[in-house]
């Protein structure tokens, strides 16, 4: 089986925010949230990095572990999802979280402004309800991964920064590139997402 | 070389030789010891290259990078422009592993212990049994604020636990759904609630907080340990050791767990994820801590002393009841002139009546 994974290539990546938009388009993101966003580190300096980041999809992940309804799940392709019927909107998994992937609902929503269920990157995988459903794209967005597609960001990325997909092909085009480049490896975040031995 | 015949002399050399075999024996010890260390002289220089050209400052960046520095983001949202902070993991190791085990221990452990104490000691009754006279001790706002908040505390308490061992208590025994939707409505009642509570607690500490200032007796209270170690009951005023123990651990838990809660419930404020981690933990302890003292209450006023309830309750108690839990304050409301009233009466001249006096 698959394990899904995200990886981002901080030599490629151009701050364009093409990600950004692409995932706020194809899952109709609510006012407010951006699942993505791309940070760029010693910004306007020589040799500054931009990283495109959202939510990592970590094998133990913290967010299911502090959720006080154990409503978060991983699926079998290694894609961490939570299921917004059983969300009591408490943000314990955005203070838990190492990349801070889930979000607040939109201010306008409810009383206590940004308390309601939380929102997340799914990997373009969707939820808990029936695939391509009505009821699923408008709770979590598309899932492209239903579809056979790999999640939107990714697909899109002009300068192929952004990688999604199968951990095992993804370290593959990263290893070709170091080698071609002759730099030195930085698989972003993915020690902290997916353990020391990745 | 020539001996002397003079033994001054001679001991005036042996001194001098005697100094110098010293001089040549720590000047050994010297270089046996700094002859090897000079290796180090040359060794740390070529370490100190070596680190040199070690550091890659894209190493470093990354580093930094972990490490929860800033950035530049487009997004506009709370510490959107941090990729990596460690301290979620650290909360949530806090926060799952020693705060919900010992917390857990420590309210389980108090209520063993006052069972244990019931079995041991039983009821407290009235010394000489109830006089039929009785005095006022709470008016009618200290009970409605008393009531007001006990009533809230509970809730905020329930609903607060059962986010925290909900996950492993209630949800095994209820299926996820229906605990997810008992967990929303107890949020929706802790979030709405706590923010009563909070005016409840605040009207609470002001206005109690005179009679519960520490006198030179609360220490004797204490040594007795409140009249359970020695037969005769000490001597209290209008509020014991013990009661001013809990008002103070209420006031200041109390306060530490209305400020972390308004923290957490308003994420829009700006505060930062870190600020949100620490807040929960303090006012998760802070609650148990709370919790564990009023469980003490509790059993006190209810099952333990006889006469207690009746002061929350209908504002009056027994005047046996006070000379022999409030001695101190029941002479100062003889010396003000009140007059105890027999019980049956019911007391309508409220108004009338001599203000209660302070604490002694
Ligand atoms: C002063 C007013 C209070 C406010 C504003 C408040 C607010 C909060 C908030 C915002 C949370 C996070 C979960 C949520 O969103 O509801 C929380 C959790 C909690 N509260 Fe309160 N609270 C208050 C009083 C209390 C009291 C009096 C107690 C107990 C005696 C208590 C015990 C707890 C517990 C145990 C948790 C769960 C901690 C966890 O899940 O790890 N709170 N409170
Ligand atoms: S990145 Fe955050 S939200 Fe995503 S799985 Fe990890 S802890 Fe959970
Ligand atoms: S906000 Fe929702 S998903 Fe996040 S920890 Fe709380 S209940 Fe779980």
């Given at each position: 089986m698959a394990k899904m994974k995200f990886l981002c290539d901080a030599e490629r990546c151009i701050e364009c925010n093409g990600c950004v938009t692409a995932c706020k388009n194809v899952n109709e993101v609510p006012w407010g949230i951006n699942r993505r966003r791309v940070v760029t580190l010693n910004d306007g300096v020589p040799g500054e990095k931009s990283i495109s980041v959202a939510c990592m999809h970590c094998t133990d992940a913290p967010c299911a572990a502090v959720c006080p309804v154990d409503c978060f799940y991983t699926t079998a392709d290694g894609v961490v999802l939570h299921d917004k019927d059983l969300c009591i909107g408490c943000g314990y998994c955005f203070y838990a979280c190492p990349f801070g992937a889930p979000q607040y609902p939109s201010p306008q929503e409810r009383a206590f402004a940004v308390r309601g269920k939380m929102d997340k990157c799914t990997f373009c995988a969707g939820g808990p309800e029936e695939p391509g459903s009505q009821a699923e794209f408008e709770k979590y967005g598309a899932n492209r991964l239903a579809e056979g597609k790999l999640p939107a960001c990714a697909e899109m990325c002009a300068t192929k920064a952004l990688l999604a997909g199968d951990g095992d092909v993804l370290s593959d085009i990263y290893r070709k590139r170091i080698l071609r480049r002759a730099g030195r490896p930085e698989t972003w975040g993915w020690e902290k997402a997916y353990g020391a031995d990745v | 070389m020539k001996t002397s015949n003079n033994p001054a002399r001679d001991g005036d050399k042996g001194r001098r030789r005697g100094r110098i075999a010293l001089l040549a024996f720590l000047g050994t010890i010297f270089l046996v010891v700094a002859l090897p260390l000079t290796g180090y002289l040359v060794v740390g220089e070529t370490a100190a290259q070596a680190q040199q050209e070690a550091v890659n400052p894209l190493s470093e960046f990354w580093r930094g990078a972990r490490q929860a520095n800033e950035g530049y983001t487009a997004v506009t949202a709370p510490q959107a422009n941090i990729l990596i902070t460690d301290s979620g993991q650290n909360w949530r190791q806090v926060r799952n592993g020693p705060l919900a085990t010992y917390g857990a221990w420590l309210m389980i452990l108090a209520l063993v212990a006052l069972a244990a104490l019931f079995l041991l000691r039983g009821r407290v009754e009235i010394d000489n049994g109830p006089s039929g006279k009785t005095v006022e001790r709470w008016t009618l706002p200290d009970r409605i604020l008393h009531w007001y908040t006990a009533v809230l505390f509970i809730l905020l308490a329930i609903t607060g636990l059962s986010l925290l061992y909900g996950r492993a208590v209630l949800m095994p025994v209820m299926g996820p759904e229906a605990f997810a939707s008992y967990a929303q409505a107890a949020i929706y009642v802790h979030n709405y609630l706590g923010l009563f509570f909070a005016i409840g607690l605040v009207l609470m500490v002001l206005k109690w907080l005179r009679v519960n200032i520490p006198k030179g007796h609360d220490l004797s209270w204490f040594l007795s340990g409140g009249g359970m170690l020695k037969g005769k009951h000490p001597h209290a005023g209008f509020v014991n050791a013990g009661e001013k123990l809990l008002f103070w651990t209420l006031a200041v838990a109390g306060l530490a767990i209305l400020v972390t809660g308004v923290i957490l419930l308003f994420?829009?404020?700006?505060?930062s994820r870190d600020v949100m981690q620490i807040s929960q933990v303090v006012h998760a302890v802070a609650s148990i801590l709370v919790i564990t003292f009023i469980f003490g209450h509790i059993y006190l006023a209810t099952v333990a002393m006889k006469g207690s309830m009746a002061g929350m309750v209908g504002g009056r108690v027994d005047v046996n009841w006070a000379r022999q839990h409030h001695d101190l304050w029941l002479k100062e409301l003889e010396q003000h002139g009140v007059k105890p009233e027999t019980a049956s009466t019911k007391p309508e001249k409220e108004s009338q009546q001599e203000p209660r006096p302070a604490a002694s």
């Open positions: - | 994420p829009q404020l700006g505060q």
